[in-house]
């Protein structure tokens, strides 16, 4: 009987009361909700994160490009699908492109029977802006243009041309341009555009005619 009384016991001893379960119970469910707040928290920032990377990533790309045009402007014009004669750069009055001209150092890996120019044109619809090139410098009628689009949550896009005498020009050729013996040679271009995201960036290009 002795030995039976102290089994039974230890049997009660070892055991949980329902008080004792319910806190454990509480506790565990507190320290759950607390890491997986954490863990949320680490996802989303590691979510935000990669985003941004993304987005400095697209951002720099569309620079680059951007800039390797720009730095390739050559003194070609072209003519156009009616025949006129258009200038080497230009910002048109057209309002669905925002600048076009003749660059150099086209790539033709293929070692195709083509000149290494190329006719580019930059576009700003819906917040995204585009780039635009010809096949070829001379335009045929009917013939239009590749279009790509290189950056997106673009707000606004500018141009501003600096010529051999220091003055600043919002459009190119500029309005008050003389004969072409007298005609403002182009230095550089600075270029502003603002995103809805990272606010404004700009940029100046030297020119080499």
């Excluded at 004792?20 to 928290?41: C, H, W």
């Excluded at 993304?54 to 720099?60: A, E, G, M, P």
């Excluded at 230095?187 to 990272?198: G, V």
């Amino acid at each position: 009987m002795l030995f039976a009384s102290l089994r039974n016991n230890a049997r009660r001893q070892t055991g949980f009361t329902l008080l004792e379960l319910l806190v454990a119970i509480t506790v565990f469910a507190t320290m759950s909700v607390m890491a997986y707040g954490g863990l949320r928290n680490v996802i989303d920032n590691s979510g935000a994160s990669e985003q941004a990377l993304n987005r400095l990533k697209d951002v720099q790309t569309s620079i680059s490009a951007i800039s390797r045009d720009l730095t390739q402007i050559v003194r070609r014009d072209i003519r156009d699908n009616y025949g006129n004669v258009q200038a080497y750069l230009l910002t048109p009055q057209n309002p669905d492109l925002i600048i076009e001209f003749s660059r150099s150092g086209h790539r033709n890996p293929a070692g195709l029977l083509r000149s290494n120019l190329q006719r580019v044109a930059y576009q700003l619809q819906d917040n995204k802006l585009y780039r635009l090139h010809w096949p070829q410098m001379d335009r045929a009628p009917g013939v239009e243009p590749y279009k790509s689009e290189i950056l997106d949550k673009v707000d606004a896009i500018d141009f501003r041309f600096l010529d051999d005498k220091q003055n600043w020009h919002n459009q190119w050729p500029p309005l008050n341009a003389g004969a072409e013996q007298t005609a403002p040679v182009l230095s550089a271009i600075e270029i502003s555009i603002k995103l809805a995201d990272w606010g404004e960036i700009k940029r100046l290009y030297e020119v080499s005619l």
